[in-house]
């Protein structure tokens, strides 16, 4: 198995490391630090959460030397910077990066840029600061461009363009992207010198420890099996994926209607919004995140439990991307797909890219159900080993004089199971092939809720 130390990184480095419990590389950096340490230009095709930020982070800091800016890194999202930014600081003093976005004070940027050796930012703001004139680009050694397809996707392709030819031609130029469209390509031939292709093997795309499932599901039953999903695995943290913000906007709306606490990001949520979904996201107060692929990419989230997609992605990669939002630092994860009977290619597509993908059966209502009520017990236990329950004693006892311990609190437990959820169940038609699953043995109930 490689290790860090063997990739000619210096001891600084190898410390660094150690310190924060990183000895082996992944994939794309054992094979991309190596081309980097020596001067080439790479680039690096593999998803995100495959560790492709240490891929280009641990070869720029070893040749950061002296003062004034050295290292330009591209970010598609405000987000995916911060990230990067904070990365960087796990290695260097924190004075030594800066990290540049719409909608923060550009007068303090311009001053953390005069100290700064290493800016992560996106590319409007960059622009902006180079039409002011308040970021020197001629010491530049090094160009990152990471997550290469969304900043096609969010129309940052041409900002990117005009970004490079800002910066000596002598620099070393990385690229990192999921996909390899036709624009990104284009981009690569004109920027970069005989760049270092690498890309992750298909079979390694697919985080391990992830149980992926499909559903067989009518357009117009999509919200309900997602009703029945989410009751029954009581997930603390949960991200539902839509192809379109309209979808994300309409699914929201709908698990708020039906008491699930859910929100939504997109591309036209205001960048305030976002923080304060992304913080209550993770505070758990907002558990259901529903999003598009664009929006979420670049999301440092950790601990969810569950990833549905609603709808079907578009590209093969973008399944993997989803995916891996779950099941990360050795941890187990859930993945769920609604597939419709017109769409049955595409998931074929999807299988032969990254591994087949098992059918189920749609949960039943009695399978909702039977979970209520275990949650009901489980609930009813946890109270009885605390001490809140007592102030109730002499209400009970009254009861009691009148009708059995078991007659109260079956009527107690019925009481309650009306509280479970304010909605009616409406029947989805049953799929009549494929093997029967039960979802309590395969993986248990949780007892959260």
Request: contains cysteine.
């Amino acid at each position: 198995m490689i290790k860090f130390s063997d990739l000619n990184l210096s001891e600084d480095t190898l410390n660094a490391l150690e310190r924060i419990g990183v000895d082996t590389p992944t994939p794309i950096q054992s094979m991309a630090i190596p081309p980097t340490l020596k001067g080439k230009d790479v680039i690096g095709q593999a998803q995100t959460g495959t560790g492709k930020t240490f891929a280009y982070i641990l070869p720029a800091i070893e040749n950061i030397e002296g003062e004034g800016l050295q290292v330009l890194v591209l970010c598609p999202t405000r987000e995916l910077a911060l990230q990067v930014t904070g990365e960087f600081k796990k290695f260097i003093d924190s004075q030594s990066v800066v990290t540049v976005y719409g909608g923060q004070e550009i007068s303090y940027q311009i001053k953390a840029i005069k100290k700064s050796k290493v800016v992560v930012g996106t590319p409007g703001r960059l622009i902006d600061h180079i039409h002011r004139k308040s970021i020197k680009l001629n010491s530049v050694k090094m160009v990152v461009i990471d997550e290469a397809d969304e900043m096609l996707n969010m129309g940052f392709i041409e900002d990117v363009g005009t970004i490079l030819g800002e910066v000596p031609s002598q620099r070393q130029t990385l690229l990192f992207s999921a996909t390899m469209p036709k624009p990104i390509i284009e981009l690569t031939k004109k920027f970069q010198k005989d760049p270092v292709f690498i890309k992750v093997p298909s079979k390694e795309l697919t985080v391990s420890g992830i149980h992926q499932h499909y559903f067989n599901v009518k357009e117009r039953d999509k919200n309900e099996l997602l009703f029945r999903i989410l009751d029954i695995y009581d997930p603390q943290s949960a991200m539902i994926f839509c192809n379109t913000k309209k979808t994300v906007d309409d699914l929201t709306v709908a698990l708020k209607e039906n008491n699930y606490l859910a929100d939504a990001i997109h591309g036209d949520i205001k960048q305030f919004q976002r923080d304060k979904v992304m913080n209550a996201f993770k505070s758990k107060n907002v558990r259901i995140l529903v999003a598009t692929d664009v929006a979420a990419r670049g999301l440092d989230i950790k601990d969810v439990e569950i990833v549905v997609n609603y709808d079907l992605p578009n590209y093969n990669e973008y399944y993997v991307h989803r995916i891996g939002r779950t099941g990360r630092m050795g941890k187990t994860g859930i993945a769920f797909t609604f597939v419709t009977s017109r769409e049955t290619y595409k998931l074929r597509e999807i299988e032969k890219y990254a591994g087949k993908i098992e059918k189920l059966e749609i949960p039943s209502i009695e399978d909702v159900e039977n979970r209520s009520k275990s949650v009901l017990v489980n609930k009813i236990k946890e109270e009885l080993m605390g001490d809140g329950y007592k102030r109730y004693i002499e209400n009970a006892k009254i009861l009691v004089d009148e009708f059995s311990e078991i007659e109260v609190v079956a009527a107690l437990l019925k009481m309650n199971e009306k509280n479970f959820r304010k909605r009616e169940f409406k029947a989805i038609e049953k799929i009549r092939d494929g093997r029967k699953d039960d979802f309590k043995k395969r993986y248990g109930m949780r007892n959260k809720r």
